[in-house]
DNA sequence: TCACAATCAACTGTCGACAGTCGAAAGAAG
DNA sequence: CTTCTTTCGACTGTCGACAGTTGATTGTGA
């Protein structure tokens, strides 16, 4: 797995672009061996596996039992999530995961598109040919899961993709905004998993934007990100009717 | 005060802008008497009110001897405002208020800028009668803090404003998103509290907006918010220097 | 007086426990 | 056989406790 453990604590930012102006630190800080995070994330594996189905009750005691800890830690956790909006709590009844409706799904692209599209000014103005080659190397990378029909992975990287964009914008505070958003949309695609678009398309369709920013033309790369958002938001929220309109009746 | 509960846990919107598409509940949920909320919310308090200053330390096994609880619900609450950005977690060391430097201070405008002028569209798009007289009213309180010199209540009633300009966007993910943002800014602006722009200056500043909304003239809203918001960045970042120079020499 | 080591109080991470609550299963009444 | 009531198991909210750690204080030697 290639993007960072996504708990919203993110201990060191993907070092494969070097957008920030932090002096690349050498070393890493040794992840301290935090019982929360390391639950916070196998809940959030679950729910990305679609283990835990939204709606479903993600009760406290039995993971507790199962994970052979105490309650306390399991409660930090799930709340660490509930500020995520990956599951909610319910006063006396408990831990849910949260079960999206088709306004939020589209809600939820809104916000990406607006934050993808602020960024691009930025990113234009901070590109490097380094970033470029690293923006096409995740590329290829897109094409090889496809190939191998990781679609789960493939997925994790495409987002991981857009998050180098992003990086390239320099505002750390609008990358936290991403990485809890593009949790919970990654959650809402488990839901469907396998019927995704053809993903070497997927893969070819990020082509013209890494273009455009390399040519350093804002309202170009704005277009194509635009497009290609609209796109994705189509797709996911047709699987997305397709995936709950046969339970729904 | 006017706000919701800013510890993310929003129970309902402002009632004042019929925004979305909810059939405007009679009555609000009870607020179920969580402890655990309620004990955010009082350090959340402290924090804007600069009884807790940043990089301070926030013990919690003191919190709760002080607030007559035990340590577990403490913790809970200092997660959930962790995950905000107001406190941050040291494994073993335990839980201090987040001092930002002024890169962080300058990115959160940043973010701010982008949420509200994608907005725009949206509100212009949405915007009734009704919505722009709250905002007039809204204004009309604004002058009224500046009058009774309130600073502090008026710059929670400047924020509320942005988010009545916000929720007529109608995009409720957006919203959480601003909601946190201006827990976070509110108490860096506290730091400096008194000395701030000429508060009856500032309220007057907001009115070429809701022309421009009125007008449902997208790009002059764009443009009058753009430049609100910059001289609000730029007077916030300067106060935070002066305020934070004095401390460092 | 200053540098360094031993000491110690306070705090964090985690645990198990208890009371109250919720929802489902079992049972009684029609 | 259905519907309402009762019962019961499992779970949540909160608490106090214990072990290990941290930062500061005190004490020691030069």
Redesign the pocket.
């Known amino acids: 797995m290639d993007s960072d453990s996504t708990t919203g604590r993110t201990f060191a930012a993907s070092p494969r672009v070097a957008a920030d102006p932090v002096p690349a630190p050498l070393f890493a800080a040794l992840e301290p061996?935090?019982?929360?995070s390391r639950i916070a994330d196998q809940v959030l594996q679950a729910i990305s596996d679609g283990r835990l189905r939204p709606g479903e009750?993600?009760?406290?005691?039995?993971?507790?039992?199962e994970l052979?800890?105490?309650?306390?830690?399991?409660?930090?956790a799930l709340r660490l999530l509930e500020s995520q909006g990956l599951v909610i709590?319910?006063?006396?009844?408990?831990?849910f995961v949260h079960a999206h409706d088709a306004t939020e799904l589209a809600a939820a692209y809104d916000l990406r598109e607006c934050l993808e599209l602020h960024s691009a000014a930025a990113a234009v103005a901070r590109v490097t040919p380094e970033a470029v080659a690293a923006l096409r190397a995740q590329i290829a990378l897109l094409h090889r899961m496809a190939l191998e029909g990781r679609s789960q992975d493939h997925v994790v990287e495409d987002f991981a993709f857009h998050r180098m964009l992003l990086a390239l914008g320099g505002n750390a505070r609008i990358l936290r905004v991403f990485d809890q958003l593009s949790a919970e949309l990654r959650a809402g695609i488990a839901l469907v998993g396998k019927m995704y678009q053809d993903p070497a398309e997927i893969a070819e369709s990020h082509l013209p934007i890494i273009d455009a920013l390399e040519a350093r033309d804002v309202a170009r790369l704005r277009a194509e990100l635009s497009e290609h958002l609209r796109d994705a938001r189509e797709v996911a929220l047709r699987l997305y009717r397709d995936a709950t309109a046969p339970d729904g009746l």
């Open positions: 061996k935090d019982l929360v009750k993600v009760a406290e005691a039995r993971l507790a039992r052979g800890t105490s309650r306390a830690p399991v409660r930090e709590a319910q006063p006396r009844r408990g831990f």
